[in-house]
């Protein structure tokens, strides 16, 4: 998992990069939560994403928004990490020209960024955003949401309401063509503790079906398809 400097708009990024053995591997981008309350690519969450995505063969990158670990710059507000985003986002596209599609996943203010992001990159074609803040940041931009993707919820998350993504998925759901996911794990907090691995086969599962590969953790799966409607 080797160490990547991206050059972005306020200077270095800080990145780490798996490459897939697989021809033409479809790529993903993953963005960890706010910056200024601990967030950085080494979240617990956002790094279980990162191996849920290389594990099912994408090359698939996180990194450090500005400000965080060794990527330069401060803060900025949300506008900035969009375009640390956009830029990390061009850098993957570039080193996998023949990338078979393209998927962003964030974990709560990440999410946020990447359900922004792909409003303005027509080349993502999908999308995981777990515990997006919707009670928190306005996600109105949504209209509509152009791709299908996954949403994740804790039923007991005292950070991000239920309440407010129900209202999220509820808004997207009316769209045509578009199918959102929305995946409620009862006793889960904002950072899933003690739930995180069944949240990831669940991500698993679901990137299965969307791309066709095939999954390592088959007991996982064989006990999610009896269990889940997708």
Same mark, same amino acid.
């Given at each position: 998992?080797?160490?990547?400097?991206?050059?972005?708009? @306020?200077? #270095? %990024?800080?990145? &780490?990069? /798996? /490459?897939?053995? !697989?021809?033409?591997?479809?790529?993903?981008?993953?963005? /960890?939560?706010?910056?200024?309350?601990?967030?950085?690519?080494?979240?617990? *969450?956002?790094?279980?994403?990162? #191996?849920?995505?290389?594990?099912? $063969?994408?090359?698939?990158?996180?990194?450090?928004?500005?400000? *965080? $670990?060794?990527?330069?710059? &401060?803060?900025?507000?949300?506008?900035?990490?969009?375009?640390?985003?956009?830029?990390?986002?061009?850098?993957?596209?570039?080193?996998?020209?023949? +990338?078979?599609?393209?998927?962003?996943?964030?974990?709560?203010?990440?999410?946020?960024?990447?359900?922004?992001?792909? =409003?303005? #990159?027509?080349? %993502?074609?999908?999308?995981?955003?777990?515990?997006?803040?919707?009670?928190?940041?306005?996600?109105?931009?949504?209209?509509?949401?152009? *791709?299908?993707?996954?949403?994740?919820?804790?039923?007991?998350?005292? %950070? *991000?309401?239920?309440?407010?993504?129900?209202?999220?998925?509820?808004?997207?759901?009316?769209?045509?063509?578009?199918?959102?996911?929305? /995946?409620? =794990?009862? $006793?889960?907090?904002?950072?899933?503790?003690? !739930?995180?691995?069944?949240?990831?086969?669940?991500?698993? @599962?679901?990137?299965?079906?969307?791309?066709?590969?095939? %999954?390592?953790?088959?007991? +996982?799966?064989?006990?999610? &398809?009896?269990?889940?409607?997708?």
């Amino acid at each position: 998992m080797p160490e990547i400097i991206i050059n972005g708009p @306020e200077g #270095r %990024i800080e990145a &780490r990069y /798996h /490459h897939s053995s !697989q021809p033409n591997a479809p790529i993903a981008l993953i963005l /960890h939560p706010h910056p200024e309350y601990g967030g950085s690519m080494n979240n617990k *969450v956002s790094y279980a994403l990162f #191996r849920t995505f290389s594990d099912i $063969g994408f090359n698939t990158l996180r990194f450090n928004f500005r400000g *965080v $670990g060794k990527s330069e710059g &401060r803060f900025g507000n949300g506008e900035g990490e969009l375009a640390d985003a956009a830029s990390v986002l061009d850098w993957l596209q570039s080193y996998s020209p023949g +990338a078979s599609s393209c998927w962003v996943a964030g974990f709560s203010f990440g999410s946020w960024i990447g359900m922004q992001l792909l =409003m303005r #990159r027509p080349e %993502i074609e999908g999308f995981v955003a777990v515990s997006p803040p919707a009670n928190i940041y306005d996600f109105s931009f949504l209209a509509p949401c152009p *791709v299908s993707g996954l949403i994740t919820q804790g039923d007991k998350d005292n %950070i *991000v309401t239920k309440f407010s993504v129900d209202s999220l998925h509820k808004k997207l759901s009316s769209q045509k063509n578009i199918d959102i996911k929305y /995946h409620v =794990m009862p $006793g889960a907090d904002h950072f899933y503790k003690g !739930q995180l691995s069944a949240l990831m086969s669940y991500v698993k @599962e679901y990137l299965s079906l969307r791309t066709g590969k095939l %999954i390592k953790n088959s007991d +996982a799966v064989l006990s999610l &398809r009896k269990n889940t409607k997708f």
